[in-house]
């Protein structure tokens, strides 16, 4: 474990970020998530990552008492499945890989539709899996009226089965002390207590909004669930839109006023998912910042 517990709870200790990622996600924080990490506070209760995605900041404080939410439930089947069956989980990738790379590198664009044509007839976390590593920039991406997945086969090669197996084995291991919840963030907010941590990675306002969870997300309703939580002596950390731009705009969010007690920029990089929205171009200057911003 990367924590170790105290009469007061969990004490922060150096943590690192698992060898490799477990599920490929735009707007993934696996690349900083070390950083992130090391602003939290030395000692805290529960550790809650409230709009879990692929993890990484989870699996990098890999908490003896932690909590993963997510309303995305073939997501969650995927992070249960981790915990309590981890060859399963194995079995569904390498399943899934070796039926479409049976036929060639060439023709693994068929066999990806094929699996994305039964995840869409019946979306399950098995589908899912394969496809969140297979498809394009981990760009996942659905269509709002019926939830339809779009996003095509990206153009590498997905991971072999071995090299995937070895990421289960350890993100199975940092995980084992947490339990994981299909539902809303403010419910999961809702259970946090005096001293806990929860951190939050909300869909980004201005650019995200082609991405799962994101059409009907509203950042107003988060910042007043925060409050509360602040209010009841909960710590908060929250990453969002620092120095990016959409379109011409620079993005500056209205953060109320007194609700954060401190302020950092965590360097991100050039920005994946403007790269899939203007066809792969190289993005000079798309260089983006996300802002973390903290109760405490």
């Known amino acids: 474990m990367l924590t170790r517990s105290t009469l007061f709870g969990q004490t922060r200790e150096p943590v690192t970020r698992p060898k490799g990622s477990l599920l490929k996600w735009i707007g993934s924080k696996y690349s900083m998530a070390v950083e992130i990490a090391s602003y939290?506070?030395?000692?805290?209760?529960?550790?809650f990552d409230v709009f879990l995605g692929s993890g990484p900041v989870l699996a990098t404080v890999a908490p003896n008492a932690g909590v993963g939410c997510d309303s995305f439930s073939p997501l969650i089947e995927i992070?249960?499945?981790l915990q309590v069956s981890p060859?399963?989980?194995?079995?569904?990738?390498?399943?899934?890989?070796?039926?479409?790379?049976?036929?060639?590198?060439?023709?693994?664009?068929?066999g990806y539709e094929k699996i994305k044509a039964?995840?869409?007839?019946?979306?399950?976390?098995?589908?899912?899996?394969?496809?969140?590593?297979?498809?394009?920039?981990?760009?996942?991406?659905?269509?709002?009226?019926?939830?339809?997945?779009?996003?095509?086969?990206?153009?590498?090669?997905?991971?072999?089965?071995?090299?995937?197996?070895?990421r289960v084995d350890e993100w199975h291991a940092r995980v084992r002390?947490?339990?994981f919840v299909c539902g809303d963030y403010a419910?999961?907010?809702?259970?946090?207590?005096?001293?806990?941590l929860v951190y939050c990675d909300p869909p980004y306002?201005?650019?995200?909004?082609?991405?799962?969870?994101?059409?009907?997300?509203n950042l107003s309703h988060l910042l007043e669930v925060i409050?509360?939580?602040?209010?009841r002596g909960v710590y908060v950390a929250l990453s969002i839109d620092g120095t990016k731009r959409s379109g011409d705009m620079l993005c500056d969010l209205p953060i109320p006023s007194g609700l954060f007690e401190r302020e950092v920029f965590v360097r991100v990089g050039r920005s994946m998912l403007k790269r899939f929205q203007m066809n792969g171009q190289s993005l000079e200057k798309e260089e983006v910042s996300d802002r973390l911003l903290l109760t405490y």
């Not at 939290?40 to 550790?47: A, I, L, R, W």
């Not at 999961?188 to 207590?193: C, I, P, Q, V, Y």
């Open 187 to 196: 419910e999961s907010m809702g259970m946090a207590k005096q001293g806990d």
């Open 40 to 47: 939290f506070p030395k000692d805290y209760g529960t550790f």
């Open 227 to 231: 409050a509360a939580c602040k209010k």
């Open 118 to 166: 039964s995840y869409n007839t019946n979306p399950n976390g098995a589908d899912f899996l394969f496809l969140c590593r297979s498809c394009y920039g981990g760009v996942i991406r659905f269509r709002k009226a019926d939830g339809y997945m779009s996003t095509p086969c990206g153009p590498h090669t997905p991971i072999d089965p071995d090299s995937f197996a070895s």
């Open 79 to 81: 992070w249960r499945t």
């Open 87 to 110: 060859e399963k989980l194995k079995s569904w990738y390498a399943t899934r890989w070796r039926e479409v790379m049976k036929e060639g590198e060439g023709k693994k664009v068929l």
């Open 205 to 217: 306002s201005h650019s995200q909004g082609i991405l799962y969870g994101a059409q009907s997300f």
């Open 177 to 179: 002390g947490c339990s």
